[in-house]
């Protein structure tokens, strides 16, 4: 089945730092690939995505590489700030479900500190 | 344009009770998702549905819990006498098509049952 897996969480940085945070998926077929961000007490909103081998999604200096050979699609930004804390999830819409239905990771908590 | 509304922001019901979800899409989407997030927990879809028609509602329980998405007004997530094991946080997502469209979520529904 179609599945997503993220790094456990709590990820803790000092304000700046180089953020990772992974992601891998198993689907049939070429899924598209999301992140989402979710801060405390909202809903989630759409980061950046990806919608084929080699595409670069990226939006507010978070990138990430669909990565078809090793089925990654790793979250990165190369200076992490005190806003950016929240939780991260890697979502895929397989295209053999027939309609978007998206598959959530069980998400990943940031924690950034002045 | 507004984004995706959803009401009430919260519930709170006593278990036996029943609860009703609101989910007014954006502006021209005729697509509706619904999602449930257990605390610590991603996102698991539960019901998608195009107007007046409910397209798949694999991941809704079989017993209790019922959506519609009617003509006129917005989508409804019923849930009839509610149990502890059903506080979460409801989500409601809307999208312009249906195949890789985006999916734009609204800020959620948090369900307590006492």
């Known amino acids: 089945g179609n599945s997503v897996t993220q790094m456990e969480g709590p990820v803790t940085l000092s304000e700046e730092a180089f953020l990772t945070i992974n992601c891998t998926y198993t689907?049939?077929?070429?899924?598209?690939l999301f992140w989402y961000v979710q801060y405390p007490g909202e809903g989630l909103q759409l980061l950046l995505k990806?919608?084929?081998?080699?595409d670069k999604g990226s939006n507010k200096g978070f990138e990430a590489t669909y990565r078809k050979e090793t089925t990654s699609f790793h979250l990165e930004k190369g200076s992490v700030q005190v806003s950016d804390s929240a939780v991260y999830f890697c979502?895929?819409?397989?295209?053999?479900?027939?309609?978007?239905?998206?598959?959530f990771g069980t998400g990943t908590r940031l924690l950034v500190s002045p | 344009n507004a984004g995706v509304m959803q009401n009430p922001r919260h519930l709170v019901r006593r278990r036996g009770q029943e609860a009703r979800l609101r989910c007014s899409p954006m502006?021209?989407?005729?697509?509706v998702y619904w999602y449930r997030q257990l605390p610590e927990e991603g996102l698991k879809f539960m019901v998608y549905?195009?107007?007046?028609?409910?397209?798949?509602e694999s991941g809704m329980p079989k017993e209790r819990f019922s959506a519609e998405f009617p003509k006129e007004g917005p989508s409804i997530l019923r849930i009839q006498q509610v149990v502890r094991g059903d506080s979460a946080a409801y989500f409601c997502?809307?999208?312009?098509?249906?195949?890789?469209?985006?999916?734009?979520f609204g800020p959620g529904t948090r369900l307590l049952v006492l």
């Open positions: 997502a809307s999208s312009l098509g249906a195949g890789q469209e985006t999916q734009y």
């Open positions: 689907a049939t077929g070429y899924p598209s």
């Open positions: 990806a919608t084929k081998a080699d």
């Open positions: 979502a895929l819409i397989a295209m053999n479900t027939g309609f978007q239905k998206l598959v």
């Open positions: 502006k021209g989407h005729s697509h």
């Open positions: 549905l195009q107007k007046e028609n409910i397209i798949d």
